[in-house]
C-alpha cells in the first residue's frame, strides 16, 4: 500500500521560508515517479505547484518561480520543497502526489498524501 506522508507546514511571516517534505513507503521503484507539489486554498481549486520528472526536469508554476526549488532523494524516497520569500497568497494546503513514469497522469493519479498546512501572515 501506497503511502505519502508530508510534514514541514507551518505558520510563518511573508518573507519567511519553509521546507516541506514528503516520503514514500510501499512504492516500487520511486525514482520513476513523478513527484509533484499540489496546493488547494479555502475557496479556490487545487493547483499543482511544481513537479519534478524521474529525470529530474522539473516545472514551477508562474506565481512560485524564483522563490521555490522542488528536488528529491531516490535513495530516501523523499520529495522536498523549499519554500522562500514566502507571501500571503502562499497560504494553503499543500499536498504531494505521485505519478509512474509521466507527469502527465498526474491529475489522475490515486497517490496523494494527507496535505501539510502552510500559513503566511502579512
Known amino acids: 500500500q501506497v503511502q505519502l506522508v508530508e510534514s514541514g507546514g507551518d505558520s510563518v511571516q511573508a518573507g519567511g521560508s519553509l521546507r516541506l517534505s514528503c516520503t514514500a513507503s510501499?512504492?516500487?521503484?520511486?525514482?520513476?515517479?513523478?513527484m509533484a507539489w499540489f496546493r488547494q486554498a479555502p475557496g479556490k481549486d487545487r493547483e499543482k505547484v511544481a513537479h519534478?520528472?524521474?529525470?529530474?526536469?522539473?516545472f514551477y508554476v508562474d506565481s512560485v518561480k524564483g522563490r521555490f526549488t522542488i528536488s528529491r532523494d531516490n535513495a530516501k524516497n523523499t520529495l522536498y520543497l523549499q519554500m522562500d520569500s514566502l507571501e500571503p497568497e502562499d497560504t494553503a494546503m499543500y499536498y504531494c502526489?505521485?505519478?509512474?513514469?509521466?507527469?502527465?497522469?498526474?491529475?489522475?493519479?490515486?497517490?496523494w498524501g494527507q496535505g501539510t498546512q502552510v500559513t503566511v501572515s502579512s
Open positions: 502526489a505521485a505519478a509512474y513514469l509521466y507527469c502527465s497522469n498526474l491529475e489522475r493519479t490515486v497517490y
Open positions: 510501499g512504492i516500487t521503484r520511486y525514482n520513476l515517479h513523478c
Open positions: 519534478i520528472t524521474p529525470g529530474g526536469s522539473s
